[in-house]
């Protein structure tokens, strides 16, 4: 019997952030959209990712702050973590957010496929459902979004009970009284720092000389490994994990630097090394769909070397972000329906949910002198700003990277309370090509977090008002 067959104008493989925004977007302009999802819509982000880490983020940050009620005259006698309320609100607020998806997918009549795809021909996919059924979808024009998956370092004993991914960190029954994170990215950092909450004793291990190499500038990633230390958190650089082996009911992690080797016990390790496109067993090399690496190859409008195929989010590389995926799939269904669209990656905010929160965009201070540009830059602390006072969150700054002479903002990195909300202004400026003249006379409300990036502006011409005078 032959698979029954399913036509639309735009397919769409992979439902997450990318993909889901890709056929709202699609339908919306008219198109019939076929949408196929092997699990449930949201992909990673919803289901696995940004949705439920920043559920935990934000139930621990209250846990923290209620330790510290004091500080502000309030008493809490007693404050704890509970630990099976905390997961049933985390699977309620996904289970929302999916059910929302899927409610807007509905009313766009963007018709939802549940299976695995792989590619039969470039305008074709074929569809398993996992439970013998197989369908056919073709389509005019196709938008892959398959994602990406953890990346597994081959380090011995990473099989181990005990040894978990992102996804396996997110259901957390007991705390462990020792954990150790692989990984002193985003991903490790953020888990690192929910965990430290709970009440464990962290270890991070990281191979580079530097934590969140590449996701943030420099000094404020220097900043905040001191902070993290100060705080009891043992983060090490060049450390590189060798093994994990168990013993009895701990886990013992090997790692080496400078030719030293260190073994560091703990109940639960963590591995957060990165993340891969998500591209093997689809047959798109088999079909002549050009690659880079792991990746799919694309063009600046998203486009394929295969003709009417673009690709977007995760699976393209580079920055592994879902709001990135949720702009290439506005690109791509623009672009799937008649558009010219182009993508423009010099504005990507990257936010890191750790405790202070970390946000960047745009060039930082290296990038921007490696660029040959003349640069001057500015910084305000969070310490001279009454709103972080008020919140008792007064560690962080403010960094402004601006060409000299224009005083144009090339890239904006914020630690401190909320950044990862403020930095939404920065990519304004960086994306609209605001000079800090722009941003120093733009009236900001008073007493508010914002006036650290007033203050900062006001900085480029040495005129910062609430800061003793050097
Ligand atoms: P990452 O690339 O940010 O960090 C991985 C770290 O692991 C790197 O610093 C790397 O040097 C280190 N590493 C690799 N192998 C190692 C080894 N054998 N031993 C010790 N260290 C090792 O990747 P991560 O944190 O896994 O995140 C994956 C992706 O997800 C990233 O693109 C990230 O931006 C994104 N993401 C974004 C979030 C956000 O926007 N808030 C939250 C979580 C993830």
């Known amino acids: ?27 919306q302009r008219g198109a019939r959209v ?23 983020t934000s139930a621990t940050e209250f846990l923290v702050r209620a330790k510290r009620a ?66 056919e979808v073709s389509a005019q024009r196709m938008i892959l979004a398959p994602g990406s998956i953890t990346a597994t370092p081959p380090i011995p004993g990473s099989n181990l009970p005990g040894v978990v991914t992102s996804t396996g960190a997110l259901d957390i029954e007991t705390v462990p009284a020792r954990m150790v994170v692989i990984g002193g990215g985003v991903i490790g950092l953020e888990f690192a720092c929910i965990y430290e909450a709970l009440g464990s004793q962290l270890t991070v291990l990281e191979m580079t000389p530097a934590i969140l190499l590449g996701a943030t500038d420099e000094a404020i990633a220097k900043r905040l490994h001191l902070m993290l230390r100060r705080r009891g958190m043992d983060v090490r650089t060049g450390a590189v994990v060798q093994r994990i082996e ?13 030719g030293a080797e260190t073994a560091t016990d703990c109940e639960l390790v963590l591995i957060a090394t990165g993340r ?27 486009a394929t070397n295969l003709p009417n195929v673009w690709a977007i989010g995760d699976a393209i590389g580079g920055w592994m972000l879902a709001h ?18 182009q993508v423009d990656y ?3 905010p990257n936010v890191i949910f750790t405790r202070p929160e970390v946000a960047s965009v745009g060039l930082t201070e290296a990038q921007a002198r490696a660029a040959g540009s003349k640069i001057k830059v500015t910084q305000f602390p969070f310490s001279a700003n009454p709103r972080a006072r008020i919140l008792g969150e007064s560690d962080g700054m403010v960094r402004l990277i601006c060409e000299g002479g224009s005083g144009r903002v090339l890239g904006v990195h914020m630690m401190g309370p909320h950044v990862t909300d403020l930095i939404a202004e920065g990519a304004l400026a960086v994306q609209t090509g605001a000079t800090a003249d722009d941003l120093a006379w733009t009236t900001h409300a008073h007493p508010t977090l914002p006036e650290a990036m007033l203050e900062a502006a006001l900085g480029f011409r040495d005129a910062a008002i609430h800061i003793h005078s050097r």
């Open 276 to 302: 891969w496109p998500n591209t093997q067993g689809m047959r798109f090399s088999e079909l002549g769909l050009r690659m880079n690496g792991r990746a799919i190859a694309v063009d600046e409008q998203l």
């Open 70 to 135: 004091g500080d502000f005259g309030v008493s809490i006698p007693q404050v704890a973590a509970d630990l099976p309320a905390l997961m049933a609100f985390k699977r309620d607020t996904v289970d929302q957010l999916v059910g929302g998806v899927e409610q807007l997918l509905k009313s766009r009549k963007v018709t939802l496929i549940q299976g695995t795809a792989r590619m039969i021909k470039p305008d074709t996919f074929s569809i398993d459902d996992g439970k013998g059924g197989r369908q």
């Open 346 to 348: 010099r504005c990507v």
């Open 324 to 341: 990135k995926a949720m702009v290439d799939g506005r690109v791509a269904a623009e672009n799937a329906t008649g558009g010219q669209r």
């Open 1 to 27: 019997m032959s698979a029954p067959q399913y036509n639309a104008d735009v397919a769409v493989l992979g439902g997450g952030p990318g993909g889901y925004v890709a056929a709202l977007v699609a339908a």
């Open 34 to 56: 076929i949408l196929i999802e092997k699990e449930r819509v949201g992909g990673t982000c919803l289901n696995v990712g940004c949705i439920p880490t920043k559920v935990l």
């Open 246 to 258: 168990r013993i009895g009911e701990t886990l013992r992690v090997f790692s080496e630097t400078n």
